[in-house]
């Protein structure tokens, strides 16, 4: 079946650049997605990208898809303390669910 | 920005004890979802809806389970005789079509706790 990988743990200081990196393994993909998850709280859908594109940008997170090494990356420019959170990818492909990875956590420190 | 709006936040139930976990879709969205989240684990679909009826569940979503749009704007998941392994973050997300260019938006979730 189709898989989703992250890393678990990212620690960067405030102000610095944090890229989180996923690998998937569905080749039919045809959406992916960066959610965030505070603690205690919902997925907030942060972007998504359609897998026809290499980059997408949105204000401080830009969005990177290699789809012959099927990877993705979300990038927060100018990390902020308030981006401390669990980051999923996940995927879908035509009219299937969602499948997530674990989620990383990023821990912003002052 | 319309949302999903998910009921009770958190509940805390006995072993055994059946469970309703009440969602509130976005008005015109038409199908409709249900995922789980144990605490530590991945995000994991259980079933999705649409036209009154299941179009696609999972392993996961067996006998015990059971899914209702009672009227125009709930969503129900029903869980029957709950179990330890019950305990996890269920969420509720709602999208327009079927079709994956169309963002899934999920609920802030219904954290139960089975003692």
């Known amino acids: 079946g189709e898989d989703v990988e992250q890393s678990l743990f990212l620690s960067v200081r405030e102000g610095d650049s944090s890229v989180i990196n996923c690998t998937y393994t569905d080749s039919s993909s045809t959406y992916l997605y960066w959610y965030k998850q505070e603690p205690g709280a919902g997925l907030q859908l942060l972007t998504y990208i359609f897998s026809n594109m290499d980059m997408k940008q949105d204000q401080r997170l830009t969005v990177l898809l290699n789809k012959k090494d099927k990877h993705l990356s979300l990038r927060i420019a100018d990390t902020q303390t308030g981006d401390s959170a669990i980051y999923f990818c996940a995927e879908n492909s035509g009219y299937s669910t969602l499948t997530f990875g674990k989620g990383t956590m990023l821990l912003v420190s002052p | 920005e319309p949302e999903v709006t998910q009921t009770p936040s958190h509940q805390v139930t006995q072993m055994g004890q059946e469970v309703i976990l009440r969602c509130v879709p976005i008005s015109n969205h038409l199908y409709f979802y249900w995922y789980r989240q144990i605490l530590g684990q991945k995000v994991e679909f259980l079933v999705s809806?649409?036209?009154?009826?299941?179009?696609?569940k999972s392993e996961i979503f067996d006998d015990q389970f059971s899914v209702e749009r009672p009227d125009g704007s709930n969503f129900t998941l029903k869980i029957r005789s709950t179990k330890l392994e019950d305990s996890a973050m269920y969420f509720c997300a709602s999208r327009l079509t079927g079709g994956s260019g169309n963002t899934i938006y999920f609920g802030e979730g219904s954290w139960l706790t089975v003692v």
């Open positions: 809806f649409y036209n009154n009826e299941i179009s696609e």
